[in-house]
């Protein structure tokens, strides 16, 4: 499946996505607790391996490449417009979130729990996003490296949230517990109580 659509469209989301994210690195609060270096590296390794499977021709062969989806150009453009959507709701998401935002995970000075925007919904929109670009990105590709990507994508970000998870709740208490039952991990939960939902346990 060709992914040379005119000027590269289905690669203009993630220039704006990385354009945004570079800007607005540039004006969070400083940190006063950081996740292990470790933890962090781990995440780093994850996920620049899954970019590597989503954006360049790696590997060169193998059952990596063989198709998952038909070549049909609407099916690419599909997947464009999945990663549009998961763009859009990672830079509204961050957004919000504003000067409490950062790549690792932290609690920053007179850190405020951010319940506006899409984080009345769901409380790694972000992560969310992102996920839903990865989605598109692999629609758009269509080759099995893209779900792979996908995968470690998953695996990563959630990794990443409940230690996030962990570190809000032994800030906020029962008001994040309060929190963590209205809202859903990585969707929005559909039903009160259901059991699709990953929640924050106090350390």
Not at 183 to 193: E, I, S
Request: glycine letters at 8%; hydrophobic letters at 45%; aromatic letters at 14%.
């Amino acid at each position: 499946m060709s992914t040379h659509l005119p000027w590269h469209i289905d690669l203009l989301p993630w220039y704006v996505f990385a354009a945004y994210w570079g800007l607005t690195a540039l004006t969070v609060k400083r940190a006063k607790v950081t996740e292990k270096s470790a933890d962090r590296l781990a995440t780093l390794a994850v996920m620049v391996t899954a970019f590597v499977l989503l954006f360049y021709e790696w590997p060169s062969t193998g059952p990596l490449r063989l198709h998952f989806a038909p070549a049909e150009r609407w099916i690419v453009w599909f997947g464009v417009a999945i990663t549009t959507l998961g763009v859009v709701l990672a830079i509204w998401a961050r957004r919000c979130l504003g000067e409490y935002w950062s790549a690792r995970v932290t609690l920053k000075q007179d850190h405020q729990l951010i319940r506006s925007g899409p984080y009345r919904y769901v409380r790694h929109p972000i992560y969310t996003g992102m996920l839903l670009g990865a989605v598109g990105r692999a629609i758009t590709i269509g080759e099995w490296r893209g779900v792979l990507a996908v995968a470690l994508i998953l695996v990563a970000h959630s990794r990443k949230a409940l230690r996030e998870q962990r570190m809000l709740a032994g800030e906020f208490g029962e008001e994040y517990a309060r929190y963590c039952g209205e809202t859903g991990f990585l969707f929005p939960r559909v039903w009160p109580n259901s059991r699709m939902d990953t929640r924050s346990k106090h350390p």
